[in-house]
């Protein structure tokens, strides 16, 4: 199974290419996903922030902007090691049977569905509030929401009534964790 035919599955939401990848496989697909998820948010970001910098007097220059791009590479491997571990440490206690480094590769695989929400991500952090955007920010975040809890769910092999629970305790975690954090 090729990259491109997996992946395409995947966003139609079909996890059969994702179960049969080799663990080879599914390390470069996890690789090759966050990257390019650090890339896209990257470029977005320093689009976006070089609009904030000029409005300000700063300088805009194209180094600044290539300091931006590249930093978004490792920002995208930080928070998706981050919510990995969060993800695994919370399922595995509810009996979850996938180890770290599956969850990993699995949800890293799963990033492709987060590429089309970080240029609006990237926006809404500089500031921009245009009612379409952020319309559309909602709607590629649920999109990718289900992606990623259908992979983690397979991944993890829960059934359908721990996955609402795994869920919904997440939801309200993270939602008062950026309550408290705004």
Same mark, same amino acid.
């Given at each position: 199974?090729?990259?491109?035919?997996?992946?395409?599955?995947?966003?139609?939401?079909?996890?059969?290419?994702?179960?049969?990848?080799?663990?080879?496989?599914?390390?470069?697909?996890?690789?090759?996903?966050?990257?390019?998820?650090?890339?896209?948010?990257?470029?977005? $970001?320093?689009?976006?922030?070089?609009?904030?910098? %000029?409005?300000?007097?700063?300088?805009?220059?194209?180094?600044?902007?290539?300091?931006? %791009?590249?930093?978004?590479?490792?920002?995208?491997?930080?928070?998706? $090691?981050?919510?990995?571990?969060?993800?695994?440490?919370?399922?595995?206690? %509810?009996?979850?049977? $996938?180890?770290?480094?599956?969850?990993?590769?699995?949800?890293?695989?799963?990033?492709?569905?987060?590429?089309?929400?970080?240029?609006?991500?990237?926006?809404?952090?500089?500031?921009?509030? %245009?009612?379409?955007?952020?319309?559309?920010?909602?709607?590629?975040?649920?999109?990718?929401?289900?992606?990623?809890?259908?992979?983690?769910?397979?991944?993890?092999?829960?059934?359908?009534?721990?996955?609402?629970?795994?869920?919904?305790?997440?939801?309200?975690?993270?939602?008062?964790?950026?309550?408290?954090?705004?």
């Amino acid at each position: 199974m090729n990259y491109f035919n997996s992946m395409i599955r995947l966003l139609c939401f079909d996890l059969a290419p994702i179960k049969n990848l080799s663990i080879k496989q599914l390390q470069y697909f996890c690789i090759i996903n966050v990257a390019v998820l650090g890339l896209v948010y990257g470029f977005s $970001a320093s689009f976006f922030s070089k609009i904030v910098l %000029i409005e300000k007097g700063f300088d805009a220059s194209s180094f600044n902007a290539l300091k931006i %791009i590249v930093a978004g590479i490792p920002t995208a491997f930080l928070m998706h $090691a981050g919510a990995t571990l969060f993800i695994w440490v919370f399922l595995s206690a %509810i009996g979850g049977k $996938a180890n770290f480094i599956m969850a990993y590769f699995n949800i890293g695989a799963a990033s492709i569905s987060l590429w089309p929400l970080a240029p609006f991500i990237a926006a809404i952090q500089t500031g921009s509030r %245009i009612p379409l955007m952020i319309g559309l920010t909602v709607c590629f975040s649920l999109y990718a929401f289900f992606v990623n809890v259908l992979v983690i769910k397979a991944s993890f092999q829960l059934s359908q009534a721990k996955m609402f629970i795994a869920t919904s305790v997440t939801i309200m975690y993270i939602g008062c964790f950026l309550y408290l954090w705004v």
